[in-house]
Nanobody, 120 residues
């Protein structure tokens, strides 16, 4: 049973930065495409960044140029560096392994997520 543990969220002022981490238990991490998702109240969870097993990355337009996803296969961990944060980046952030290009279907159960609040 794979477990996902997200951390690194917090309260930050607009223009600030945060680095999120997601530790993935179990084996085979290096074989999977991983993604970071954002959920705000009343909206569907949105895939904002993806990284393939080979290290290719892609981003939602709303975060392109500001967020960077990376992975450390030796540590079974995926990261999300968030710069130039905006109030609209506020939400709960989750990681998972997307099964489909739109990220709606995922391989594993969700973790608890980590809250990011961007406010002055």
């Amino acid at each position: 049973q794979v477990q996902l543990v997200e951390s690194g969220g917090g309260l930050v002022q607009p223009g600030g930065s945060l680095r999120l981490s997601c530790a993935v238990s179990g084996t085979g991490f290096n074989r999977y495409t991983m993604g970071w998702y954002r959920q705000v109240p009343g909206k569907q969870r949105e895939l904002v960044a993806r990284i393939t097993a080979g290290g290719s990355t892609s981003y939602a337009d709303s975060v392109k140029g500001r967020f960077t996803i990376s992975r450390d296969n030796a540590k079974n961990t995926v990261y999300l560096q968030m710069n130039s944060l905006k109030p609209e980046d506020t939400g709960v952030y989750y990681c998972n392994a997307p099964k489909t290009p739109d990220g709606i279907l995922t391989l594993w159960y969700w973790g608890q997520g980590t809250q990011v609040t961007v406010s002055s």
